[in-house]
């Protein structure tokens, strides 16, 4: 199995979060994160040495400490937010609950991967692909535009995770490139193409493994996992 075409970039983000008070000035931080303990808190150790300022930090579901963001409103002891995904930015963007970043640090990030209005930046990325069964398909085999999944010839071949965050932020990119309309239209074309559905992106590409599909909407990564 391989991974073909790289789609769109998502990523984990960080945002500051405003009316917390006294920050970097009490020498504390308060940090909620929708990303993994084992993942980021290297980077939190690595940032209290370098600086002395001391992190504290929440775990749990970006989507739910978003809404906990959202709820706590002007009294929300935190000062950073760093987001699984963008859509809990664009919901915290549009409560206002976001801050102007410093320019030196928006400087440091490409415009393609920061808010317009400096209220976040993109600390890593994650290509979405279709990978597929090298023993069913070759490379040429495959269409040059997600767009193209949606001919008949497909039909009972693709697998896709419909309730994951990261599959659901693909369909936002596309119907804010693409419309509402043309990205419907490709949804229920995809839809009559009779796609089984996998609860996450690890299954999808177990399945193409297995043989059970031989394509599949996933973020590169989990190619790695298996
Ligand atoms: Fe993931």
């Given at each position: ?52 300022i001391?992190?504290e ?10 809404a ?33 970043l ?27 692909v279709v ?6 398909l ?19 071949k ?7 965050a990261?599959?659901?932020?693909f ?7 693409l419309?509402?309309?043309?990205t ?43």
């Open positions: 199995m391989r991974m073909a075409r790289g789609l769109a970039l998502a990523g984990a983000l960080l945002a500051l979060a405003p009316g917390c008070g006294d920050g970097a000035d009490g020498g504390s931080l308060t940090v909620y994160s929708g990303r993994e303990q084992e993942i980021v808190e290297p980077l939190f150790e690595r940032f209290q040495e370098a600086t002395g001391e992190i930090v929440r775990y749990g579901e970006s989507a739910e400490l978003a906990t963001i959202a709820e706590e409103g002007g009294n929300s002891p935190a000062d950073v937010f760093f987001a699984q995904d963008a859509g809990t930015l664009g919901f915290l963007a549009a409560e206002g609950r976001l801050t102007r410093p320019q030196a640090l928006l400087d440091r990030v490409q415009r393609p991967y920061r808010d317009p209005g400096g209220r976040w930046v993109g600390t890593s990325g994650r290509a979405r990978a597929y069964n090298t023993e069913e070759s490379e040429a085999d495959l269409p040059d535009s997600i767009l193209d999944f949606a001919d008949p010839r497909w039909k009972g693709i697998g896709l995770p419909p309730t994951n990261s599959f659901q932020a369909v936002t990119a596309m119907r804010l490139t419309g509402e309309g043309r419907r239209e490709w949804l229920d074309a995809i839809k009559r193409n009779e796609p089984k559905f996998y609860e996450k992106n690890l299954p999808v590409v177990e399945a193409i493994a297995a043989g059970e599909v031989e394509v599949g909407f996933v973020n590169h990564y989990y190619l790695y996992l298996l």
